[in-house]
T-cell receptor, first 112, second 115 residues
Framework: SQKIEQNSEALNIQEGKTATLTCNYT??????LQWYRQDPGRGPVFLLL?????KEKRKERLKVTFDTTLKQSLFHITASQPADSATYLC???????????FGTGTQLKVEL | DTGVSQNPRHKITKRGQNVTFRCDPI?????LYWYRQTLGQGPEFLTY????????KSRLLSDRFSAERPKGSFSTLEIQRTEQGDSAMYLC?????????????FGEGSWLTVV
C-alpha cells in the first residue's frame, strides 16, 4: 500500500540550532514533493516545492532535499527561532493535477 | 486579494442535520480543492474542480457529501444527514493554471462538530 511517513513524535530543539524533519514514502513515484507549515487551528501554508529532478532547494533559512532512490525528503530549518514552532507537513503529488497526499506532520518546538 | 475564504469557520450541528460550507477561492484560480483534516492527521483529499467541472472524487466522499462550483468561482460542500464521524476541519484550497506543481493556497478551514 502507499504510505507517507513523518515522525509522529514532536521534535524539540534549542533556538539557533538546525531542525531536520524527515518524510519517507513508499509505493509512490511523485513528480514533486511539497512542504507546508500548519499552525494550530489554521490551514496549511505552502513553503517549498521540489521536483523529482532536483536534489536540493533553498529558500531563506529553509532547505529541502529529495532523494527519489531512498524515497525520502529532508526539510531543514537553520538558525531556528521560537516562531518556527508549528507542525510541518510533507505532501506528494499522487495523481496529477495538484492532487496531493499528505503525511501526518511533525510538530516542531523551538525552545529559548 | 485576501486569499482563500471559507465560511462558516465553525459549525456545531446535531447528528442527522445537513450542513453547507462555502469556499471563495483566490480570484482567477481555476482549480479548487476540498480536503478534510482530523486531529493529528494530515489533510485528506476529497474532491477537486477545474473551473466548474468536478474532475475527481475520493472514495472518502460518500453519497451524503456533495460539492458544487456552479459558475467556476465559489464552491459549496454539503453534508447531508451528518454523523459524528464527519466531525473534522474541512479545508478548501485553490491554485492557478493547469500544470502540476502550481502553488496551492489553503483557506483557514471550516470546523465541523457533530453532536
Amino acid at each position: 500500500s502507499q504510505k507517507i511517513e513523518q515522525n509522529s513524535e514532536a521534535l524539540n530543539i534549542q533556538e539557533g540550532k538546525t531542525a531536520t524533519l524527515t518524510c519517507n514514502y513508499t509505493n509512490y513515484s511523485p513528480a514533486y514533493l511539497q512542504w507546508y507549515r500548519q499552525d494550530p487551528g489554521r490551514g496549511p501554508v505552502f513553503l517549498l516545492l521540489i521536483r523529482e529532478n532536483e536534489k536540493e532547494k533553498r529558500k531563506e533559512r529553509l532547505k529541502v532535499t529529495f532523494d527519489t532512490t531512498l524515497k525520502q525528503s529532508l526539510f531543514h530549518i537553520t538558525a531556528s527561532q521560537p516562531a518556527d514552532s508549528a507542525t510541518y507537513l510533507c505532501a506528494l503529488d499522487t495523481g496529477g493535477g495538484n492532487k496531493l497526499t499528505f503525511g501526518t506532520g511533525t510538530q516542531l518546538k523551538v525552545e529559548l | 486579494d485576501t486569499g482563500v475564504s471559507q465560511n462558516p469557520r465553525h459549525k456545531i450541528t446535531k447528528r442527522g442535520q445537513n450542513v453547507t460550507f462555502r469556499c471563495d477561492p483566490i480570484s482567477e484560480h481555476n482549480r479548487l480543492y476540498w480536503y478534510r483534516q482530523t486531529l493529528g492527521q494530515g489533510p485528506e483529499f476529497l474532491t477537486y474542480f477545474q473551473n466548474e467541472a468536478q474532475l475527481e472524487k475520493s472514495r472518502l466522499l460518500s453519497d451524503r457529501f456533495s460539492a458544487e462550483r456552479p459558475k467556476g468561482s465559489f464552491s459549496t460542500l454539503e453534508i447531508q444527514r451528518t454523523e459524528q464521524g464527519d466531525s473534522a476541519m474541512y479545508l478548501c484550497a485553490s491554485s492557478l493554471g493547469l500544470s502540476a506543481g502550481n502553488t496551492i493556497y489553503f483557506g483557514e478551514g471550516s470546523w465541523l462538530t457533530v453532536v
